[in-house]
C-alpha cells in the first residue's frame, strides 16, 4: 500500500540548535517527494522536493532533504532552527505534475529560547 | 498573480444543507486540486483535474462531494446534503506543469463547520 510515515508527532527544538524531520514512504512508481510546511491558519508552502537527479535537495528558508532510495526515506534538515520555524511539516509523495497525492500526519515543531 | 484564491473563507452550516466552495486557480495553471484536513485523517486529496477535465476522484469520499471545473479560471466542490463529520479545512491548489520544476500552489483553505 501506499503511504508516508512521519514518526515524530511534535518535536521541540532550541533556536539555534540542528533538526531532523523524519519521513519514510512506501510508494509503486518513481517517488516524486516533498516536503511542505504550514503556519497556524494558513495554507501550505512548499519547501522543496525531490524529482530526479541529486539526492540531497535545498529548499527555501535553509532546508535541505536527502532522499535515500534504499531506506526509502526523505528526511528534512535544517542546520540552525530559528523561532519562526515554530510550525507543522508535512512529507508527501506524488507525481510529476506536482501532485502531492498521499500526505503523512505531519510533525509539529516548537522551537525554545 | 494573487496566488490560489478560496471562498468562502469560513462556512458554518446545518446539517443537510448544501454547500459550495470555490476556487480560483493561478491563472495559466493547468491542473487544480482539492483536498481536505482534518484532525483524525489529516491531509486528504479529494479530486484532481488537468485542463478542467477530472483525472482521479478516487478521494471523493462520497456522492455527497461533487467538484466541477467549468473552465480554467474556477472550480466548485459542492457538498449535498452536508453533515457534520464534513467538517474540515478543504484546500484547493493549482500547479502548471513544466517538465519537472512544477510546485502546486495552495489557497488558504475554507474553515467547513457543520453544525
Known amino acids: 500500500a501506499q503511504s508516508v510515515t512521519q514518526p515524530d508527532i511534535h518535536i521541540t527544538v532550541s533556536e539555534g540548535a540542528s533538526l531532523e524531520l523524519r519521513c519514510n514512504y512506501s510508494?509503486?512508481?518513481?517517488?516524486?517527494l516533498f516536503w511542505y510546511v504550514q503556519s497556524p491558519g494558513q495554507g501550505l508552502q512548499l519547501l522543496l522536493k525531490y524529482f530526479s537527479g541529486d539526492t540531497l535537495v535545498q529548499g527555501i528558508k535553509g532546508f535541505e532533504a536527502e532522499f535515500k532510495r534504499s531506506q526509502s526515506s526523505f528526511n528534512l534538515r535544517k542546520p540552525s532552527v530559528h523561532w519562526s520555524d515554530a510550525a507543522e511539516y508535512f512529507c508527501?509523495?506524488?507525481?510529476?505534475?506536482?501532485?502531492?497525492?498521499?500526505f503523512g500526519k505531519g510533525t509539529t515543531l516548537s522551537v525554545s529560547s | 498573480d494573487a496566488g490560489v484564491i478560496q471562498s468562502p473563507r469560513h462556512e458554518v452550516t446545518e446539517m443537510g444543507q448544501e454547500v459550495t466552495l470555490r476556487c480560483k486557480p493561478i491563472s495559466g495553471h493547468d491542473y487544480l486540486f482539492w483536498y481536505r484536513q482534518t484532525m483524525m485523517r489529516g491531509l486528504e486529496l479529494l479530486i484532481y483535474f488537468n485542463n478542467n477535465v477530472p483525472i482521479d476522484d478516487s478521494g471523493m469520499p462520497e456522492d455527497r462531494f461533487s467538484a466541477k471545473m467549468p473552465n480554467a479560471s474556477f472550480s466548485t466542490l459542492k457538498i449535498q446534503p452536508s453533515e457534520p463529520r464534513d467538517s474540515a479545512v478543504y484546500f484547493c491548489?493549482?500547479?502548471?506543469?513544466?517538465?519537472?520544476?512544477?510546485?502546486?500552489?495552495f489557497g488558504q483553505g475554507t474553515r467547513l463547520t457543520v453544525v
Open positions: 491548489a493549482s500547479s502548471l506543469l513544466t517538465g519537472g520544476n512544477t510546485e502546486a500552489f
Open positions: 508527501a509523495v506524488g507525481n510529476q505534475a506536482g501532485t502531492a497525492l498521499i
Open positions: 510508494y509503486g512508481a518513481t517517488p516524486y
